[in-house]
T-cell receptor
Framework: GNSVTQMEGPVTLSEEAFLTINCTYT??????LFWYVQYPGEGLQLLLK?????DKGSNKGFEATYRKETTSFHLEKGSVQVSDSAVYFC???????????????FGQGTILTVHP | GAVVSQHPSRVICKSGTSVKIECRSL??????MFWYRQFPKKSLMLMAT?????????EQGVEKDKFLINHASLTLSTLTVTSAHPEDSSFYIC????????????FGQGTRLTVV
């Protein structure tokens, strides 16, 4: 079956530090990959996505590249801000048809805290 | 992006009572809606998938008689937690997508349920 594994947190950084949150996946076929962010007390928001191998998703200074050879989709940001403090979820969705089409499989989430 | 509104955002109920959570797509047709449950400091677990006008498909281990899902229109799905118990306290999140337009899944804000 499909699964997503994220690096365990929490991750604590100082402002302007470099961020990497690792994400690897197991899936049949060619899934789409996503990073979602959940700010305190809020629902999930799509941060970025990639739908095929070697695609790079980017948004708000965050980037992630779909690496099929290593089945990874690591999230990076060159300089984090206090406002980036949130929980980050890596997820995948099958692209092919079938009963699991459209369902998202999430990683366990990584709590990021950025200090001034 | 598209808007999904979930209501209420927070609810406290007494043990043994039932609680209804609404999930509405405000500007697109939600042919498919997904209901997730998020345990503290853990990932989102898919509970069920519902297609408009059809019975929901529940994930293994989810009690369909306890978590009643109705998806009677293309803009509204409801989750009713019947005879709630303290162990049902959790964060419930819906997401919706338009299968025909092959959209991504858009998430509601989530509902914090506390059963006392």
């Amino acid at each position: 079956g499909n699964s997503v594994t994220q690096m365990e947190g929490p991750v604590t950084l100082s402002e302007e530090a470099f961020l990497t949150i690792n994400c690897t996946y197991t899936a049949t076929g060619y899934p789409s990959l996503f990073w979602y962010v959940q700010y305190p007390g809020e629902g999930l928001q799509l941060l970025l996505k990639a739908t095929k191998a070697d695609d790079k998703g980017s948004n708000k200074g965050f980037e992630a590249t779909y690496r099929k050879e290593t089945t990874s989709f690591h999230l990076e940001k060159g300089s984090v801000q206090v406002s980036d403090s949130a929980v980050y979820f890596c997820a995948l969705m099958r692209n092919a048809g079938g009963t699991s089409y459209g369902k998202l499989t999430f990683g366990q989430g990584t709590i990021l805290t950025v200090h001034p | 992006g598209a808007v999904v509104s979930q209501h209420p955002s927070r609810v406290i109920c007494k043990s043994g009572t039932s609680v209804k959570i609404e999930c509405r797509s405000l500007d697109f047709q939600a042919t498919t809606m997904f209901w997730y449950r998020q345990f503290p400091k853990k990932s989102l677990m898919l509970m069920a998938t519902s297609n408009e006008g059809s019975k929901a498909t529940y994930e293994q281990g989810v009690e369909k008689d306890k978590f009643l899902i109705n998806h009677a229109s293309l803009t509204l799905s409801t989750l009713t937690v019947t005879s709630a118990h303290p162990e049902d306290s959790s964060f419930y999140i819906c997401s919706a997508r338009d299968e025909f337009q092959n959209t991504e899944a858009f998430f509601g804000q989530g509902t914090r349920l506390t059963v006392v």
